[in-house]
């Protein structure tokens, strides 16, 4: 059964810091890896998708990688800012659902 | 284009009650998923629709059905609601053209409260 687990579970930094979120999982027969984003109350934002053949993905101040081999993903978050504050989830697709991490709830302050 | 809309976006409903809500996906995708969010369970899968038929089926009671339309559009029902049913219910679509390429674009959901 596919577990996936997130450190750490919540982070306050200040601005301006260079972040690692972790996400690992149990099973590494995965078709992909999603990292999302969630503000209070809200629905999921999709931030990066990494494909089973990837390795990484960049988007402006992001970046993830994936190493299906020791069942590990990083997103790590440059230059953080105050509206980077949110929960962040990982989610495996591995057969035919996506399952998710328990998050990182993350705080940037000023 | 327009993202993922799901209807109502608040709920309130009482005990035994059934409930029934609505998620219009991305125009042009044909899979629709259905999650719930719940601060001790954490986003849980129910049920997955491609093409107006129910593909991938969660570990829940019977009482959550869904349903997709010629359209896409997709709808889930509770039945005889209990108090543990109050959480987000978020609805995801994805064009699912393959597994390797299978990406999910959420809505803002629906909050269900069950008094």
């Known amino acids: 059964k596919q577990e996936v687990t997130q450190i750490p579970a919540a982070l306050s930094v200040p601005e301006g810091e260079n972040l690692v979120l972790n996400c690992s999982f149990t099973d590494s027969a995965i078709y992909n890896l999603q990292w999302f984003r969630q503000d209070p109350g809200k629905g999921l934002t999709s931030l990066l998708l990494?494909?089973?053949?990837?390795r990484e993905q960049t988007s402006g101040r992001l970046n993830a990688s994936l190493d299906k081999s020791s069942g590990r993903s990083t997103l790590y978050i440059a230059a953080s800012q105050p509206g980077d504050s949110a929960t962040y989830l990982c989610?495996?697709?591995?057969?035919?659902?996506?399952?998710f991490g328990t998050g990182t709830r993350l705080q940037v302050f000023p | 284009k327009a993202g993922v809309t799901q209807t109502p976006r608040y709920l309130i409903k009482t005990r035994g009650q059934q409930v029934t809500l609505s998620c219009s996906p991305i125009?042009?995708?044909?899979?629709v998923s259905w999650y719930q969010q719940t601060p001790g369970q954490g986003l849980q899968f129910l049920f997955e629709y491609f093409s107006e038929t129910q593909r991938n089926k969660g570990n829940f009671p019977g009482r959550f059905s869904g349903r997709q339309f010629s359209n896409s559009r997709s709808e889930m029902n509770v039945s005889t609601l209990e108090l543990g049913d109050s959480a987000l219910y978020l609805c995801?679509?994805?064009?699912?053209?393959?597994?390797?390429?299978?990406?999910?674009?959420f809505g803002p959901g629906t909050r269900l409260t069950v008094t």
């Open positions: 989610a495996v697709y591995n057969t035919d659902k996506l399952i």
């Open positions: 995801a679509s994805s064009s699912r053209t393959s597994e390797s390429s299978y990406e999910q674009y």
């Open positions: 125009s042009g995708h044909r899979s």
């Open positions: 990494i494909q089973s053949s990837q």
